[in-house]
Structures are given as C-alpha cells and as structure tokens.
C-alpha cells in the first residue's frame, strides 16, 4: 500500500462541472503539496497546506489533519484544466512522497 | 526572471558512460531536490538538500550521486548509467520546507540509457 494514495486515477468532465480528486496519506506530514502537470511535462505546485483550506481562483485545497485527508476541488472546470494532478506529502524528516496522480479531462 | 534551470532537456547516451545532469536555480533557494517520474510509478524523490553540504537520499537513490557544493546548484551525477535508469528526470527547489514554502519546479530532463 501506498503511503499517499490518490483517488480517482482516471477522471472525466464536462466543461463547467464541479470536480473533487482526493488524497489519503498514512505517514506523519508536515505539509501537504498539490502539483499540476500539463500534457507537455511541465510540473506547476498548486497549494502547500497544513491546516484548513486555500482558494485560489477556482481552486480550492483543503485538508484534515485527524483524517489524514485531503481534497482539491475545481469550480466550474474548463478543458484547461486538464492536466495530472498529484499530491505529495512533506515528511517530517524533510523528504516528500507523492501519490500517483490523477489525471483530468475536462471536455467542452 | 525566477526560475530553476536544468540541462540537459533531453539526452540520448550508452551504458556506462558517466553523465551529469545540472540544476540551477537563482531564488536563494535552501531546499533543492531530484525526482524521477515513470509510468505508473510517478514521481519518486533521489536525493535532496536543505543547504550547502548537507544531502539525504530520497526513496531511489541507488545509482546516483549528488553535490551541493554551492547554493544555487544541485547537479545530478550517473556514475555508471544503467537502462533503468532511463525516466524523466526534474530538479525542483523551495525556501525551505514549511507550509507557505511552495516547490519551484525545473522543466524535465528526459533521459535515455541505451
């Protein structure tokens, strides 16, 4: 078993849909990374959080600590969007482990 | 402009023949580090560095070496290149490693032992 797992591996929408892709992790964190990587390679970090939520346009990330659990969610998704979302955790001896990614496509 | 540099982007090389694949970043970054990313494995960390001199192995260290000899690179080192270590390869550097210390990524270098 993984020690950050990520939930769905595949997933589809439609332009303009509500989207949510998880992450579980089952190793102490200090921080909680979510990175995009667009079809052409390049990898961009989206949030780092320990606690709560962040908003950033039509992004949000939040995570629970007690659950070991996080989410991004993408409001009113645009084929921009898609791309391989990956979160990876900030380990407390400084090294950083990453789920698999999920990856997204938004159709118009 | 901020950015993290790595060079090559792309290499094509034979087994056995040492290579050294550069990092640069001119942020005043303390943390860089090395991944590697392969189908269905994602991305895995080699090594990385909280400051000068300091370096830690990551999950796949095996086969590689790092030095950080100077704050602003962080150059990969094959000793003896191997075919499984053909995989697309990233630098990334950050401030440090605190929750408001996002990971500033090089654009791949890919990799390709024959």
């Known amino acids: 078993k993984n020690e950050v797992e990520q939930s769905p591996q595949n997933l589809t929408a439609q332009e303009g849909e509500f989207i949510t892709i998880n992450c579980s992790y089952s190793?102490?964190?200090?921080?909680l990374h979510w990175l995009q990587q667009h079809p052409g390679g390049g990898i961009v970090s989206l949030f780092m959080?320990?606690?709560g939520k962040k908003k950033h346009g039509r992004l949000i990330a939040t995570i629970n600590i007690q659950e070991k659990h996080s989410s991004l969610h993408i409001t009113a998704s645009h084929p921009r969007d898609s791309a391989v979302y990956i979160c990876?955790?900030?380990?407390?001896?400084?090294?950083?482990?990453f789920g698999t990614g999920t990856r997204l496509q938004v159709f118009p | 402009e901020a950015q993290v540099t790595q060079n090559p982007r792309y290499l094509i090389t034979v087994t056995g023949k040492k290579l050294t694949v550069t990092c640069s970043q001119n942020?005043?970054?303390?943390?860089m580090s090395w991944y590697r990313q392969d189908p269905g494995l994602g991305l895995r960390q080699i090594y990385y560095?909280?400051?000068?001199?300091?370096?830690d192995k990551g999950d796949v260290p095996e086969g590689y070496k790092v030095s950080r000899k100077e704050k602003r690179n962080f150059p990969l080192i094959l000793e003896s290149p191997s075919p499984n270590q053909t995989s697309l390869y990233f630098c990334?550097?950050?401030?440090?490693?605190?929750?408001?210390?996002?990971?500033?990524f090089g654009d791949g270098t890919r990799l390709s032992i024959l």
């Open positions: 990334a550097s950050s401030l440090g490693t605190g929750s408001n210390q996002p990971q500033h």
């Open positions: 190793v102490g964190i200090s921080a």
């Open positions: 959080l320990s606690s």
């Open positions: 990876a955790g900030m380990g407390f001896t400084d090294k950083l482990i």
């Open positions: 942020m005043n970054h303390e943390y």
């Open positions: 560095s909280m400051n000068v001199e300091v370096t």
